[in-house]
């Protein structure tokens, strides 16, 4: 193979490659969004979940980049609170037949999210999510891997009011 074909393929290759290519270069540091700062108190019976659910709302922000994160209550320009509570776990069976061989576990949480701006309330909102999982009767049910899906999709919920809903007038939505 002569040197001119070897340099066609390779710069077929590298257009290809770089077409189809979605990654793009972000400042982080440059984000004109505003500070937020986050605080999840954990009322509820679920010990890990406030966490979890710290976690999965600082990547879901992080996703969005528009907000930018701080522990500075001093700096922020939002603080947002989301209190957890109402957690209850309560077995379902799904054959009245034969309990034991499929029993599944109904989760559900409640929380409360209140946006604040300079010490005035701009936004209250509350949030249920439910989830199910089903297991095998004969053993104690596995509940870290729900605990996290449940946690993940508060987290998106509670980031949508966020983002899309803190530009509003200082007002209390959804009491």
Known sequence: MNKGRIFAFLCVGFCILQSSCRYKIVNHSDRSGKKISLEVRNDSLAQQLGGTLRRALREELLKSSLHRLTDDLQEAD???VISLSNY???PESFSANDSLSAIGFRLNLNATLVLSSGGKTILKENFEVSGSTLGDGSKE???RQPNVALAR???RRVVFSIVYKSNLDPVIRNP
């Open 78 to 80: 939002l603080r947002a």
């Open 88 to 90: 209850s776990n309560t």
């Open 141 to 143: 049910p596995h509940t």
């Open 153 to 155: 999709e508060l987290a």
